[in-house]
């Protein structure tokens, strides 16, 4: 009897499990309302209008898709970098403002066309599908020198369904009601995903001067000792990376031919990492995981990435060495956070203005 019990326990939560399962497929589009959502072409996007978001999902306002006649309009095409500081003090805002107060109001418009967590690749889907149709004079392209590299796996798709980020395979993508199917349990990875944010929110401490952290020191370092990973010289004379560095090139390549094509100049921006200006938080990370200094050039994803402009003829902003000096007087970056503070954010507008400012014009 206890047998027949345990058993017929066991097939309830069972067919409940397979239920809830089922629910959560089919029933995507009206249960998820979260920060992101699926796109076929990207994988994932900002949903409109949410967190303060555009029509397209953009940290931006609503933009009229044609310019006004007789002004100069910039797409700032990025990744987070584009929203933290939201539109207060994020550096695309900064960078606007300065243009109103060289030009006054309504003579060049900045808009910000970033999405977190995507790289170049993503952004390339994302420049078709959505931000060109802003009808742009200028696009300049935000590359973070931290993860964009590492993270441009050609055979990674990450996409957003019920509110969870998954990666998969796009050559296995299999489509279902109009979502792709994922290859673990949505409800286990709703609870893993969700316990994962709970906790860190618990071991994220509050630094000497009062900055909460947003990561954990275990996840930020975690994080950081990631990006450092593609500055080992070993693994690149392994080929290890092969296949990032030619994603990343060649959507590059597309995103320029695209924009030669319609006239529309085009400038690529590398960010720094913070263990690239900050010797004390790069020693913590050698320290931290018994790793080689001699081993690693923290300095490769800038190389790679101008040598590659240069050949190309793409004018680069490399914002580096500016950062390097600004950092030894001040913090540049959130605490136990990969992005910029409001320091940052300011630095790096000011870096970029007068480098936009020289393509200018109202020819148009």
């Known amino acids: 009897m206890r047998i027949k019990q345990i058993l017929s326990i066991g097939l309830i939560i069972l067919i409940c499990f397979v239920l809830i399962e089922s629910f959560m497929i089919v029933l995507e589009p009206y249960v998820s309302v979260d920060f992101s959502q699926y796109d076929p072409d990207m994988g994932f996007r900002v949903r409109p209008y949410s967190g303060g978001s555009n029509r397209f999902g953009f940290n931006a306002k609503d933009f009229p898709l044609e310019k006004r006649p007789n002004t100069f309009r910039i797409v700032i095409i990025g990744d987070s970098y584009n929203w933290v500081g939201g539109k207060d003090w994020n550096y695309t805002v900064l960078v606007d403002k300065e243009f109103r107060k060289y030009y006054g109001d309504d003579r060049v418009d900045v808009i910000n066309v970033g999405y977190p967590g995507t790289h170049t690749g993503e952004q390339l ?15 300049f392209l935000g590359f973070f020198a931290g993860n964009d590299f590492y993270d441009a796996d050609p055979h990674r798709k990450r996409i ?23 290859p673990k349990s949505r409800l286990i990875s709703f609870v893993q995903q969700k316990y994962k944010l ?12 009062g900055e909460k952290a947003t990561f ?15 500055c080992n010289l070993k693994l690149h004379e392994q080929g290890r990376w092969d296949g990032n560095k030619d994603y990343i090139y060649r959507s590059i390549d597309e995103m320029d031919a695209m924009l030669k094509a319609r006239n529309i100049k085009f400038i690529v921006g590398i960010y720094p990492d913070e263990f690239q200006i900050n010797p004390e938080l790069l020693n913590e990370i050698f320290t931290r995981y018994h790793l080689n200094k001699e081993d690693y050039d923290v300095e490769l994803m800038q190389k790679l990435l ?34 910029w503070n409001e320091a940052g954010n300011k630095l790096a507008a000011d870096i970029l203005f007068p480098e936009l400012l020289k393509y200018v014009n109202f020819s148009k």
């Open 306 to 339: 101008k040598g590659y402009l240069d050949k190309k003829g793409i004018y680069c902003v490399d914002l580096l060495d500016k950062f390097k000096h600004a950092g030894k007087k001040n913090s540049l970056y959130k605490f136990r956070d990969i992005h």
């Open 198 to 209: 709970w906790t860190e929110l618990m071991k994220a401490r509050t630094s000497a001067h």
């Open 125 to 139: 889907s994302m420049l078709k599908k959505y931000a060109i149709q802003y009808n742009p004079d200028l696009v």
């Open 160 to 182: 957003v369904v019920n509110d969870l980020y998954f990666d998969i395979d796009p050559r296995q993508e299999f489509i279902f009601f109009g979502y792709p199917l994922v």
């Open 216 to 230: 954990s020191d275990e996840t930020f370092f975690d994080a950081e000792r990631k990006h450092l990973k593609f």
